[in-house]
């Protein structure tokens, strides 16, 4: 039957008939074939750029692919839409920030045109129209124990996703760590290379194994390592924390040796290729919607099959690696960061990277002391005793206070109310607390504002005759005038225009003029 697809072997035959000479017809009788069908293959092997004598010495495979790869001379809509999209293939290769590779091309390809090419004749037909040629890798797998390091690194080439409320583009930061000896991946986004974004993406990281490896190697990255050296990279302390608190030992890579991060470096190309890619030309506005899309990606790739391997990264991670791992422990590790810092006058610290102030006993004022915060808490210490623990906050400009901590005049400060202001008065004078009183319970502003005027009539009170700051208490009340300044103006002029029925009475308000105590219930 035409255009029957047949076994190589049968197609060596027709074509070693043909080459001693027998006509297309006599050769579908031998072979059992379809005369068009013998016709077809006749024709694509005489319109081929080799012989037939030169094509009957190739493989199977090479020959399959050039008989029914889409010859030149054959006729194949499938070719004709590839050339379609050959130029748009070749941009997009050509662009090294796209991280695309032919198999994510034809990824995409086929998704549009299920009919189309085969990966093998996709690879083969974009090879023979671009001339593009193959990197061949002499390197060797290395042997890796299982459970035994885990590589950290983050890639340089950054995602990003929109901010819905300003609509500004952020870019972000992608943290990646390998297993090597099954090579299976993470990856997750992050805002930045700091301390406390690298140390939770590697918590996140620990959790999503289930465990912890051996020996951590970190790539010389800023968060990681404070000075690179050959022998001995300075650690930050830190990473120190970390790998004590998860029972591991940290062992940098060494800068200037690729072969120390070789997996790592690798598993980077790989999340170009198979997260950067397929992701380009999506548009997220969430950082957690962008590392949704990455893991559902990474997950992709761990549970791929490999070349050459009856099973995949995952399988191999959860049959050989996963059991040789530590387990974690009880808590997650907290960045804990130290620092010495000078208790200032008003017997508070600030602590510089929240812009926030932590009170302090106040006879440490002055002095240096030791501070240790953690995401959480803020300890302060002096001659290696904690004087204060603090819940942290990160709201900047603003203090956090233990009145113990305050001196007497400081605590008294910070405890006025109306009350205070009332019973501070009534023991020295009756109609001062009266008029305290109503200037609470008649004004429009919030009680904090009179505070400075209690405060005026009490020291007012403190040097005028005890008559007259009487009399003129009482002319305030009377005429419903509960204002500081109007006391302050009678007793500047001596009690002068004061009339002898000036006696209190009912303020201009719905409350009644209550005198003695009943009026401060």
Same mark, same amino acid.
């Given at each position: 039957?035409?255009?029957?697809?047949?076994?190589?072997?049968?197609?060596?035959?027709?074509?070693?008939?043909?080459?001693?000479?027998?006509?297309?017809?006599?050769?579908?009788?031998?072979? $059992?074939?379809?005369?068009?069908?013998?016709?077809?293959?006749?024709?694509?092997? =005489?319109?081929?750029?080799?012989?037939?004598?030169?094509?009957?010495?190739?493989?199977?495979?090479?020959?399959?692919?050039?008989?029914?790869? $889409? =010859? %030149?001379?054959?006729?194949?809509?499938?070719?004709? *839409?590839?050339?379609?999209?050959?130029?748009?293939?070749?941009?997009?290769?050509?662009?090294?920030?796209?991280?695309?590779?032919?198999?994510?091309?034809?990824?995409?390809?086929?998704?549009?045109?299920?009919?189309?090419?085969?990966?093998?004749?996709?690879?083969?037909?974009?090879?023979?129209?671009?001339?593009?040629?193959?990197?061949?890798?002499?390197?060797?797998?290395?042997?890796? *124990?299982?459970?035994?390091?885990?590589?950290?690194?983050?890639?340089?080439?950054?995602?990003?996703?929109?901010?819905? %409320?300003?609509?500004?583009?952020? !870019?972000?930061?992608?943290?990646?760590?390998?297993?090597?000896?099954?090579?299976?991946?993470?990856?997750?986004?992050?805002?930045?290379?700091?301390?406390?974004?690298?140390?939770?993406?590697?918590?996140?990281?620990?959790?999503?194994? $289930?465990?912890?490896?051996?020996?951590?190697?970190?790539?010389?990255?800023?968060?990681?390592?404070?000075?690179?050296?050959?022998?001995?990279?300075?650690?930050?302390?830190?990473?120190?924390?970390? &790998?004590?608190?998860?029972?591991?030992?940290?062992?940098?890579?060494?800068? +200037?040796?690729?072969?120390?991060?070789?997996? *790592?470096? &690798?598993?980077?190309?790989?999340?170009?290729?198979?997260?950067?890619?397929?992701? +380009?030309?999506?548009?997220?506005?969430?950082?957690?919607?962008?590392?949704? %899309?990455?893991?559902?990606?990474?997950?992709?790739?761990?549970?791929?099959?490999?070349?050459?391997?009856?099973?995949?990264?995952?399988?191999?991670?959860?049959?050989?690696?996963?059991?040789?791992? +530590?387990?974690?422990?009880?808590?997650?590790?907290?960045?804990?960061?130290?620092?010495?810092?000078?208790?200032?006058?008003?017997?508070?610290?600030?602590? $510089?990277?929240?812009?926030?102030?932590? @009170?302090?006993?106040?006879?440490?004022?002055?002095?240096?002391?030791?501070?240790?915060?953690?995401?959480?808490?803020?300890?302060?210490?002096?001659?290696?005793?904690?004087?204060?623990?603090?819940?942290?906050?990160?709201?900047? /400009?603003?203090?956090?206070?233990?009145?113990?901590?305050?001196?007497?005049?400081?605590?008294?400060?910070?405890? +006025?109310?109306?009350?205070?202001?009332?019973?501070?008065?009534?023991?020295?004078?009756?109609?001062?607390?009266?008029?305290?009183?109503?200037?609470?319970?008649? /004004?429009?502003?919030?009680?904090?504002?009179?505070? =400075? @005027?209690?405060?005026?009539?009490?020291?007012?009170?403190?040097?005028?005759?005890?008559?007259?700051?009487?009399?003129?208490?009482?002319?305030?009340?009377?005429? /419903?005038?509960?204002?500081?300044?109007?006391?302050?103006?009678?007793?500047?002029?001596?009690?002068?225009?004061?009339?002898?029925?000036? !006696?209190?009475? @009912?303020?201009?308000? @719905?409350?009644?003029?209550?005198?003695?105590?009943?009026?401060?219930?």
């Amino acid at each position: 039957m035409a255009g029957t697809t047949i076994a190589m072997s049968k197609l060596k035959q027709v074509l070693r008939w043909k080459e001693e000479g027998y006509s297309n017809r006599k050769i579908a009788q031998l072979v $059992g074939l379809n005369k068009e069908t013998v016709n077809n293959y006749i024709s694509r092997a =005489n319109a081929d750029s080799l012989s037939q004598k030169e094509l009957l010495q190739l493989d199977d495979f090479v020959l399959d692919i050039r008989l029914r790869g $889409g =010859n %030149a001379a054959y006729t194949d809509t499938r070719f004709e *839409v590839f050339k379609k999209h050959l130029p748009y293939f070749v941009e997009q290769m050509a662009d090294p920030h796209n991280h695309v590779t032919l198999y994510q091309l034809w990824i995409e390809y086929k998704a549009n045109n299920p009919d189309g090419y085969e990966l093998t004749q996709f690879r083969y037909h974009y090879r023979q129209n671009t001339l593009a040629t193959q990197k061949v890798s002499t390197i060797l797998a290395d042997l890796h *124990v299982p459970g035994a390091k885990i590589y950290l690194d983050f890639s340089g080439d950054k995602l990003s996703y929109v901010d819905i %409320a300003t609509g500004e583009l952020i !870019k972000v930061q992608t943290f990646v760590a390998c297993l090597p000896a099954t090579d299976y991946a993470f990856a997750m986004a992050v805002p930045s290379q700091r301390e406390e974004d690298f140390v939770y993406a590697f918590i996140q990281c620990l959790h999503h194994l $289930g465990g912890v490896p051996k020996i951590i190697v970190p790539d010389n990255l800023k968060a990681a390592v404070i000075k690179a050296n050959r022998y001995d990279p300075s650690l930050n302390q830190l990473l120190e924390d970390m &790998g004590n608190h998860y029972g591991a030992v940290i062992m940098p890579a060494r800068p +200037r040796h690729p072969k120390d991060k070789a997996n *790592v470096e &690798g598993m980077v190309k790989t999340i170009y290729n198979r997260v950067y890619a397929p992701l +380009r030309n999506r548009l997220f506005y969430s950082l957690s919607e962008l590392n949704d %899309a990455i893991a559902e990606q990474v997950k992709w790739h761990n549970q791929k099959r490999m070349q050459l391997k009856p099973y995949t990264r995952e399988e191999q991670f959860l049959s050989v690696e996963k059991p040789a791992l +530590r387990p974690l422990p009880e808590n997650d590790f907290e960045i804990r960061f130290r620092t010495r810092l000078k208790v200032q006058f008003n017997g508070c610290i600030l602590l $510089g990277r929240d812009k926030h102030y932590y @009170s302090v006993p106040h006879q440490y004022a002055g002095r240096q002391v030791d501070v240790d915060y953690t995401r959480s808490l803020v300890k302060i210490y002096a001659n290696k005793e904690c004087i204060a623990t603090h819940v942290r906050d990160t709201t900047a /400009g603003k203090y956090t206070l233990i009145n113990e901590h305050l001196a007497s005049h400081c605590q008294a400060w910070r405890s +006025r109310s109306k009350e205070y202001y009332i019973n501070k008065a009534l023991p020295v004078m009756e109609e001062m607390a009266t008029l305290m009183s109503y200037m609470f319970t008649t /004004g429009n502003q919030p009680e904090e504002v009179y505070y =400075n @005027s209690c405060e005026a009539l009490l020291h007012l009170q403190r040097g005028t005759d005890p008559l007259l700051f009487q009399e003129a208490c009482n002319a305030a009340l009377s005429r /419903g005038i509960y204002s500081y300044k109007f006391v302050k103006n009678i007793v500047e002029n001596k009690g002068y225009g004061l009339m002898k029925k000036d !006696k209190p009475r @009912s303020p201009k308000t @719905s409350h009644d003029n209550i005198r003695g105590a009943s009026a401060f219930q």
